[in-house]
């Protein structure tokens, strides 16, 4: 099992800039792809964004290319998402998640096998 637990939400402006952070534990950290996805209210979850075990290859969805950066520091355990011009429709509960293959992470994230976190509340006043 993983453990993940996210922190770094919260209430801003639009035009904002936030950063998530998901701390894991339990297993090996450098043996999992990490990602970010959320869910707004009244809508399906969505992907945000991955990276890769290395950290060499990163992925995002096209409503946060260019304004949001994953990133992972392997020797803390954690994962991180920078998100920079905050739009009001970026407000959602954001997860953090976890799985040994990057593409089922990305392609069938309800695979048994990708661990998920509690989720952090990002909230975007414009």
């Known amino acids: 099992q993983v453990q993940l637990v996210e922190s770094g939400g919260g209430l801003v402006q639009a035009g904002d800039s936030l950063r998530l952070s998901c701390a894991a534990s339990?297993?090996?950290?450098?043996?999992?792809?990490m990602g970010w996805f959320r869910q707004a209210p009244g809508k399906e979850r969505e992907f945000v964004a991955a990276?890769?075990?290395?950290?060499?290859?990163?992925y995002y969805a096209d409503s946060v290319k260019g304004r949001f950066t994953i990133s992972r520091g392997n020797a803390k355990n954690t994962v991180y998402l920078q998100m920079t011009s905050l739009k009001a429709e970026d407000t959602a509960v954001y997860y953090c998640?976890?799985?040994?293959?990057?593409?089922?992470?990305?392609?069938?994230?309800?695979?048994?096998?990708?661990?998920w976190g509690q989720g952090t509340q990002v909230t975007i006043s414009s």
């Open positions: 990276i890769s075990q290395s950290g060499g290859r990163s």
């Open positions: 998640a976890a799985s040994t293959s990057m593409a089922t992470m990305i392609a069938a994230p309800e695979t048994a096998g990708v661990y």
């Open positions: 339990g297993r090996t950290f450098s043996d999992y792809a």
